[in-house]
């Protein structure tokens, strides 16, 4: 029984900063490619981030690339987004997704609001 449990979301002003939470439970954490997506009202979702299992490669999609920050501790089980100069436009629910072999586990999402 895998779970992924998003937490970290609100409300924050144009240029402010947030950090997203991912506890996962039922996996073996270490050995999953662990993601952010995000999806905006009336848009598809898109990937914002990703992580191997170790943590010593990071990707990152270009339209927050400088100003998101991926990371995860192991130990903790935990997935990890800090997003500063936050926009407008990065007003999505985010989710969380764990990869292996090729199969992927969804947490439910937390809402990030950016407005004045």
């Known amino acids: 029984q895998v779970q992924l449990v998003e937490s970290g979301g609100g409300l924050v002003q144009p240029g402010g900063s947030l950090r997203l939470s991912c506890a996962a439970s039922?996996?073996?954490?270490?050995?999953?490619?662990m993601s952010w997506f995000r999806q905006a009202p009336g848009k598809e979702r898109e990937l914002a981030a990703d992580i191997t299992s170790i943590g010593g490669s990071t990707n990152y999609a270009d339209s927050v690339k400088g100003r998101f920050t991926i990371a995860r501790d192991n130990a903790k089980k935990t997935l990890y987004l800090q997003m500063n100069s936050l926009k407008p436009e990065d007003t999505a629910v985010y989710y969380c997704r764990a990869d292996r072999s090729g199969l992927s586990t969804w947490g439910q999402g937390t809402q990030v609001t950016v407005s004045s």
């Open positions: 039922g996996l073996a954490f270490s050995t999953y490619i």
